[in-house]
């Protein structure tokens, strides 16, 4: 079955950094555009960034634009998010997930009901 496992969150101080990963298996990663989304207590579920099945295309939302760099490995089945110059607003549970449907991409901003897979989560503290 599909699985996404998320780690590397942390507690870490503002204009810290840190960077995440997300190992997939269960399906053909390489076919997918991959995202990182992310919720705070009390909010919805926030797009962030997404990447392209070769990595060639990449979407970040004017938050984090210049903070952040999503990449994807397609030998390790794994993308990442690094995220630097962090700040509390940045303070959320952060999600991968897989694009519902293959072989698509779109340089839009993205809900989060058009990914299909999603993984547990990593939690991301900043504190101020």
């Known amino acids: 079955q599909v699985q996404l496992v998320e780690s590397g969150g942390d507690l870490v101080q503002a204009g810290g950094s840190l960077r995440l990963s997300c190992i997939a298996s269960?399906?053909?990663?390489?076919?997918?555009?991959m995202g990182w989304f992310r919720q705070a207590p009390g909010k919805e579920r926030e797009g962030v960034s997404w990447?392209?099945?070769?990595?060639?295309?990449?979407y970040y939302v004017d938050s984090v634009k210049g903070r952040f760099t999503i990449d994807r490995d397609n030998a390790k089945n794994t993308i990442y998010l690094q995220m630097d110059n962090l700040n509390a607003d940045d303070t959320a549970m952060y999600y991968c997930?897989?694009?519902?449907?293959?072989?698509?991409?779109?340089?839009?901003?993205?809900?989060?009901?058009?990914?299909?897979?999603w993984g547990q989560g990593t939690q991301v503290t900043v504190s101020k």
């Open positions: 269960g399906f053909t990663f390489a076919a997918y555009t």
């Open positions: 997930a897989a694009d519902s449907i293959p072989w698509r991409w779109v340089y839009r901003p993205r809900k989060a009901d058009e990914f299909g897979d």
């Open positions: 990447i392209s099945r070769s990595g060639a295309n990449t």
